[in-house]
């Protein structure tokens, strides 16, 4: 079993940022890939990004590629999106979810075994 928390949503003016936070625990952190998801009311759960297991590639959806980073710290057992130069479009939940292997990067949601509980992120014209 492996429990994901997201903390750091809230409301940001654009162009503004925010770094959320996903703390894992329940399986050892670095035999899992970790992906961002996000979805806003009335839309499909979109992919934001993933990152291996060891941290050494990132990958990104092209809406926000240039713009948010995610990270992990192996330390701490959380995974980090720093979003910059926020968007309105951006708002959504967002969530994050573990692969079922250090490598798994998919952009779909249907492989992730796991999923916190999302955390808002609201950006305002």
């Known amino acids: 079993q492996v429990q994901l928390v997201e903390s750091g949503g809230g409301l940001v003016q654009a162009g503004g940022s925010l770094r959320l936070s996903c703390a894992a625990s329940g399986r050892t ?3 899992s890939a970790m992906a961002w998801f996000r979805q ?3 839309k499909e759960r979109e992919f934001v ?3 291996t297991g060891s941290g050494g590639s990132t990958y990104y959806a092209a809406s926000v590629k240039g713009r948010f980073t995610i ?3 192996s330390a701490k ?3 980090y999106l720093q979003m910059n130069g926020l968007k ?3 708002t959504a ?3 994050c979810a573990a692969g079922p292997g250090a490598y798994y990067t998919s952009s779909s949601p249907s492989g992730y075994n796991y999923w916190g509980q999302g955390t808002q992120v ?3 014209s």
């Open 29 to 31: 952190f670095s035999r």
């Open 40 to 42: 806003a009311p009335g």
């Open 49 to 51: 990004g993933a990152i």
């Open 71 to 73: 990270s992990r710290d």
């Open 77 to 79: 057992n959380t995974v």
């Open 88 to 90: 309105p479009e951006d």
């Open 93 to 95: 939940v967002y969530c």
């Open 122 to 124: 609201t950006v305002s």
